[in-house]
């Protein structure tokens, strides 16, 4: 399998050459020169596998260039009962006749990101053992991904995290679950500043061409190839679970901001699993609702993005999304090129023109409000006992214009209510359900590094621990 950038600038490289970088040279995103079919045999004979084997039959397609005894082994190690919680590690939940939750949230860190990250933390192990190298990450994080990516590399050889946060700005359990990590190889670093200051310093360590060489600096942020693969292993657990034959549909709904989890299904969708819908569900950040319903492209200015009771969607542009159009346009990477070239002179595009397409990818979408999760929050926990988070909310709520009878609708659950204890307050009137070994997770003594928003100290900051760590 060989990776070409979305804008057609890149020279075709193989899986362990992309895992560790983040965009291509054109300034695109990778992709594979084509997606696998899988055959009706093939899916009867992938229905009986239990997900690490499932998950290695699915990667193999794409990363060819690890031999198979490694990559098994590596699948083997990453989903386990022990991390995941069930053998299932996605259980499906039946709510009603028709309608499921996919529960992809039983991770370290609670929220569905570990499925992906905790894959890449062994992969990356692995490859920098190979390649004799060592790797410096370097993330801004207002919640998930941060604490996701520290879970995943904890311990990791060969690797570094320098995750920077907002001080005193992300929730006590948030907070908690990052800073109470004592692993020598993990660098919780608290700015004094908001988010996008954060995301600013860590920008200007990237943009340092010679920084960046010197030290090995790396990113582990949604679009990552291994981790839209590493996803689409669950919409065909999802399409197993809900399925008895190779002749049934389902559809997905799917709580969306980078486009990094929907577009997984999308590739699955492309290599052959019988996916009716796709439903991709926005908040009140609705840049991809209204390109699906409308062809027009917008992303909003950061001033326009608005904090919601659905946090980890809250986009102003959504990173992936430039994968599914490069196969709207059947790989055209020159057009690719030209519109994101449109995109920083203009700030939108049209594909208006494209629209009655839309329905072969099996596209929907939809949004909601804070008032329609709350609502759904009470609806869901009143008909079926479930307690469900604010972005399982939002795709619950956006699912259900869109079921289609006969028709099993999955709604994947993102996150664990837990980790928004005051939404479920405000809708239920009652503490979320929080695994055990949360329990009084605030108290636990915290390891962190409090700076102010000064580029030159991260930079001498990070250089110290490296090098004194590779001496
Ligand atoms: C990251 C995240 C999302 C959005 O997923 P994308 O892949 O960015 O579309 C939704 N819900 C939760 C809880 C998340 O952490």
């Known amino acids: 399998m060989r990776y070409l950038s979305t804008r057609g600038g890149m020279p075709a490289v193989r899986f362990c050459e992309i895992l560790l970088g983040g965009l291509a040279p054109d300034g695109g995103l990778v992709l594979p020169e084509s997606y696998p079919r899988v055959d009706e045999e093939t899916l009867a004979r992938w229905r009986l ?28 190690r990453t989903y386990t009962a022990e991390i995941f919680g069930s053998d299932a590690i996605t259980p499906l939940q039946r709510l009603d006749g028709e309608l499921h939750l996919l529960r992809l949230s039983n991770g370290p860190t609670l929220a569905f990101k570990d499925l992906a990250m905790q894959l890449l933390g062994n992969l990356f192990e692995y490859v920098l053992a190979k390649q004799g190298r060592e790797l410096n990450i370097v993330g801004a994080t207002s919640g998930d991904t941060g ?29 908690a679950q990052m800073f109470s990590l004592h692993d020598p190889n993990i660098y919780n670093i608290a700015i004094d500043g908001v988010f996008d200051d954060c995301q600013d310093m860590v920008k200007a360590i990237s943009n340092d061409l010679d920084f960046k060489r010197r030290w090995s600096i790396g990113t582990v942020n949604s679009i990552n190839w291994a981790r839209v693969v590493a996803q689409v292993v669950y919409y065909f657990r999802g399409w197993f679970a809900a399925t008895t034959s190779n002749d049934q549909k389902v559809s997905f709904a799917v709580p969306s901001g980078n486009f990094g989890n929907v577009l997984a299904g999308h590739i699955a969708r492309s290599m052959g699993l019988p996916i009716s819908r796709l439903v991709v569900a926005t908040n009140e950040n609705d840049v991809l609702d209204e390109f699906f319903r409308t062809g027009h492209y917008r992303p909003r200015a950061s001033a326009e993005t608005q904090h919601t009771s659905s946090p980890s969607m809250d986009i102003s542009k959504a990173s992936n999304f430039e994968r599914f159009v490069h196969d709207l346009l059947g790989g055209d990477g020159a057009r690719v090129a030209a519109l994101w070239k449109q995109l920083d002179t203009e700030g939108a595009f049209d594909l208006s023109a494209e629209l009655p397409r839309f329905a072969d990818y099996g596209f929907v979408s ?46 994947l659950e993102t996150a664990q209510p837990a980790k928004f204890a005051a939404s479920i307050r405000e809708a239920l009137g009652i503490e979320p359900p929080r695994p055990a070994a949360y329990e009084g997770i605030e108290s636990r003594a915290q390891r962190y590094t409090l700076m102010p928003r000064d580029v030159r100290l991260l930079a001498r900051f990070i250089a110290s621990r490296a090098a004194s760590a590779a001496g």
């Open 49 to 76: 596998l239990p997900y690490p084997e499932l998950a290695f039959e699915i990667l193999r397609l794409y990363a060819d260039d690890i031999p198979e005894d490694d990559l098994r082994a590596l699948t083997a």
């Open 147 to 175: 604490s996701a990516a520290e879970y995943a590399m904890r311990g990791k050889r060969g690797v570094r995290v320098f995750m920077l946060s907002p001080h005193r700005r992300m929730s006590a359990f948030q907070t």
């Open 366 to 411: 939809g949004s909601s409000s804070h008032a329609d999760r709350l609502a759904t929050i009470r609806a869901v926990h009143q008909a079926y006992g479930v307690v469900v988070d604010t972005h399982t909310a939002d795709g619950l709520f956006v699912a259900e214009r869109w079921r289609e009878p006969g028709v099993p609708m999955i709604c």
